[in-house]
Nanobody, 115 residues
Framework: QVQLVESGGGLVQPGGSLRLSCSASGTIFSINAMAWYRQAPGKEREMVAVVLSRDVANYADSVKGRFTISRDNAKNTMYPQMNSLKPEDTAVYYC?????????WGQGTQVTVSS
């Protein structure tokens, strides 16, 4: 069974940067659209960005121009580079297929933007 593992989160000051990663145990990256999602405290999970199989990415308006998603199909890994972070970016970040599959939700990685 495929497992997705997110990592790279942490505490960062407003305006700072973080690079997350999502690694898959199987070869799902090469045949599926993948996406990053986040869930802030007290809010519903939302999609942040989706990466199509040919590295075409679409971003939520809230992160457009600040986040960049790349994927390495050979390594089954996907990387969101998050720049100019804001306190409202504080959330647990997850990767999954697009649209998401319930069986593939992992533990996520916490990103906290605070001074």
């Amino acid at each position: 069974q495929v497992q997705l593992v997110e990592s790279g989160g942490g505490l960062v000051q407003p305006g700072g940067s973080l690079r997350l990663s999502c690694s898959a145990s199987g070869t799902i990256f090469s045949i599926n659209a993948m996406a990053w999602y986040r869930q802030a405290p007290g809010k519903e999970r939302e999609m942040v960005a989706v990466v199509l199989s040919r590295d075409v990415a679409n971003y939520a308006d809230s992160v457009k121009g600040r986040f960049t998603i790349s994927r390495d199909n050979a390594k089954n890994t996907m990387y969101p580079q998050m720049n100019s972070l804001k306190p409202e970016d504080t959330a647990v970040y997850y990767c999954n297929l697009f649209p998401p599959t319930i069986d593939y939700w992992g533990q996520g990685t916490q990103v906290t933007v605070s001074s």
